[in-house]
Every structure is written in C-alpha cells, then in structure tokens.
C-alpha cells in the first residue's frame, strides 16, 4: 500500500479509454491517494467531469481559467507527488513532445517537478506512425515513464498495439514505484558514464562511440529508487534528466574521470563502471594543430590509468564494483578475466556480435556474470530496462533476503 498519502495528479485526456479514468480514480482513491483530476475540453466528451469529481472527492480542473479564478498550474506541479496522463492520446503526447501549452495539462506537464507517467491509447496507425514513435522515445529520454499500451480489440474495429492499459496494472505499476521510491534511500552510487577524449593536438583527439545513454539509464534507475547518484561522464550529447538525486561531473579525459571517481568513491556503496574509457592517450599533446607533411605519421600513445582496476584496489567490504565488458570476441572468456582482474562483485557482458546491443543504441543485450561462475543472460530490451535488470541484481546483494526480483 505505498500508494497511501500519496498525491498525485490525474490526467484524462480525450479518447474513447477516457472511461477507464472513472475506475482508475476509484482505485487510486480506494488505495489511500489523494487524487486531483484534471481534464482536457476533448476529454469531457467522453465522461463527465461529475463522475471524476464524485470517485476523486475533489473538484475536477478543466481549464486554465474560469469565470471565478486562475487555476495555478504551477502549485499544482509542485504538489504533486506524481503525474499520471491516462489515457494519454497521440495529440498530447506531441505537445509534451515539444514543449506546447494550451490546456491545463500541457500547463502542469511542463511544470511538474514529480515523476510523470503517461498511459497511451490511440487507435494501431497512430500507435504505430514513426512521428508517435519519436515522441514517446523522445519523452523517454526526458525521464517520463511510458505505461506500455495493452494489445486487443480498439475502438475502431482494427486489432493490435493502442489499447490503453488497464487500470488494476496501472495502479499496481504506481504502488511499486513508490515502494521502490525507498529501496535504495540512504545508498549512494556512483557511475561511470560516456567515452573519454584523449587530446592529440587542439582539434584532434582519440575517442570512440559510447553515447553516454547505458550509464544515464542506470543513474536514472537508481536515482528513481532513492539513491544519491553521482554521475561522472565523459563528453556525451545525451540529455541527462534533472533529477534531485543525481549529480553530475562532466569530465573529458581517462584522467579527469579517474580522478573524480577516486574522490567520490569512498563515500560510495555501490559503484558501476559503464563508462567506455581510452586505454590508451598520446604521449605528448601537441600545443599547435598538428600539419600535414609528405610523410607518415607515428603517434606515441601511453596508458592511461584503469578507473575500475583502482576502484577495485580501494574497494572496502561493505561497498559493490560492478563493471561493464563490451566484447567483439571470445566474449565470456574476456568478461570473466576483467571480473577477476578488476574486483568486481559482477560484470554486465555486452557483445557487439548483438544486433542492437553496445554502443549508442536504445536497446543492448547482456549477460551477467559472477565470481561463482553463475551467469545471467537477458533478452535484447531498451537500456532503462537493462539498467532496471542491473539494478534488481544489486538489490539482491545489497539486501539479501528482501524479496527483491533475484
Ligand atoms: O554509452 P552507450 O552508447 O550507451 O554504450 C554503452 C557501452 C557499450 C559503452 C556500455 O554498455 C559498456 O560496455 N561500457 C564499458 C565499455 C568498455 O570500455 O569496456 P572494457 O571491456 O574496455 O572495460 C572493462 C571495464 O573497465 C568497464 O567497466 C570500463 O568502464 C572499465 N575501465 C576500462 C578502462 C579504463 N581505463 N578504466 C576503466 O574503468
């Protein structure tokens, strides 16, 4: 029952699913949550506000103004302990996508400071169109939450992906989030993000493709179940969510992320290495652009220092060094000898033999693997849901015996 006390928001916007808002409310109110409705003009079309404001015990909010007053958007963000938009059409869910008011919705949208969750129904083209696609992944990346959509029967006869999901999952979806809201409070982690750039001479320099993304969903993911994140990431165009648990230290170098790390982690419980660090920088970073001349070029390169194997040598009984192995070959082989090498409590083994998996894309493929020999392999899913899977893992060992997911 982590629902109970809980405030949160309640928007309905215009589709046929508007109806399930009437048991969503009722369940939510049954749970102990103080639920304020609020509904978009398209919304009413489908169920009264009467019947909200009857199941919420509160007057439903349908416009930015009324006759009588202003209804303050920006208070009702702020008293939020969640925002949850079911259902969610294609039309919201594209103004959420860039940032348009001009309803009460879009108005709390923009400024709720609480996690947001939305629940999506439309009819299977417009689930399916690339442009609803683009905006879900893009409110994704924003840090929402998306309630995945149910598959059945819809309104237009068509059968297929659009239904919005059913109340009873939604709540139990909520109810755990709160709970896990608590699992992590008190814990705090640190995480290696993104590539580094090793300076050749003032424009150049030596890198690779890490996007940052696997890293940011792990911060994300235990930020969102209460730990205080410290996020130390190399240079990466991906946006970081503005969440009160993470802070972030953007470095550039091997260097400057060994340094950072080694500062932060003491105070750490758990650290996760998914940074893509150089092992190698050039010798001697050249202070002038490096001309070209009719001969070839020798580059003298040097180790840089290994952030994981230094953590593991600082590593205190009560503390857990996960690390990440991304392979080309011989895949098991490499992970386990990095898991010994390093002192990691676990390895994450991602492999670029996988379709989707490693670098940059949304989703990665990975295999856990313990000191014990015993080994965890996982379908291909997006990286929140990895990072979700890493993080059950830690959970298990962290508090044994909890009734985590292991
Ligand atoms: O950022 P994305 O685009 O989302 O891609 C994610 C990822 C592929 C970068 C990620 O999933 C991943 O595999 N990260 C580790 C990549 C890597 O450098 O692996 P490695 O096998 O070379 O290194 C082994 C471990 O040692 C890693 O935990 C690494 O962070 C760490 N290491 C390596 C070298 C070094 N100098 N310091 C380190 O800490």
């Given at each position: 029952m982590s629902l109970r006390g809980k405030k949160i928001v309640l928007a309905v916007t215009g589709?046929?699913?508007?109806?399930?808002a009437a048991f969503l409310t009722r369940l939510l109110v049954k749970q102990g949550a103080e639920v304020q409705v609020l509904m978009t003009a398209d919304a009413e079309k489908f169920i009264s506000p009467l019947t909200l404001a009857t199941l919420s015990k509160k007057k439903v909010i349908?416009?930015?103004?009324d006759a009588e007053q202003w209804s303050d958007h920006v208070s009702l963000g702020l008293w939020a302990d969640l925002m949850l938009?079911?259902?969610?059409?294609a039309n919201t869910l594209a103004k959420f996508a860039v940032g348009i008011c001009d309803n009460i919705v879009t108005a709390v949208y923009l400024s709720a400071k609480c996690p947001v969750f939305f629940a999506p129904a439309m009819d299977l083209d417009m689930w399916k169109h690339p442009s609803t696609q683009h905006n879900i992944k893009r409110l994704v990346s924003f840090g929402n939450r998306m309630i995945p959509v149910g598959h059945g029967e819809l309104a237009s006869g068509l059968v297929g992906d659009g239904r919005m999901a059913e109340p009873e999952d939604i709540v139990r979806l909520l109810d755990n989030h709160f709970a896990e809201g608590?699992?992590?409070?008190?814990k705090t982690a640190l995480v290696t993000a993104g590539p580094t750039y090793e300076p050749i001479d003032p424009v150049r320099f030596i890198g690779n493709y890490s996007s940052g993304k696997m890293g940011i969903a792990l911060a994300t993911g235990l930020a969102n179940r209460g730990a205080k994140v410290n996020l130390v990431i190399g240079p990466s165009r991906i946006s970081i969510p503005d969440h009160p648990n993470i802070k972030v230290f953007k470095v550039t170098t091997a260097q400057q992320m060994y340094d950072k790390a080694v500062q932060l982690y003491?105070?750490?419980d758990v650290a996760i290495m998914a940074a893509a660090v150089a092992d190698y920088r050039p010798k001697q970073e050249a202070a002038e652009k490096i001309k070209k001349s009719a001969s070839d070029m020798t580059l003298e390169l040097e180790k840089t220092p290994d952030i994981a194997a230094g953590l593991g040598k600082m590593k205190q009984s009560h503390q857990l060094n996960i690390g990440f192995a991304l392979e080309t070959n011989d895949e098991e082989a490499n992970a386990k000898a990095k898991l010994v090498k390093k002192n990691f409590d676990f390895i994450v083994l991602n492999s670029l033999?996988?379709?989707?998996?490693?670098?940059?894309?949304?989703t990665n493929k990975i295999t856990i693997l313990k000191k014990d020999n015993t080994q965890k392999n996982f379908e291909l899913k997006s990286k929140t849901e990895v990072a979700a899977d890493i993080i059950d893992e830690i959970a298990g060992m962290l508090f044994p015996g909890n009734g985590n997911h292991n």
């Open positions: 589709s046929i699913a508007a109806y399930k349908s416009a930015l103004t938009v079911a259902p969610a059409t608590n699992q992590f409070k008190g003491p105070e750490c033999q996988d379709p989707g998996a490693g670098f940059n894309h949304d």
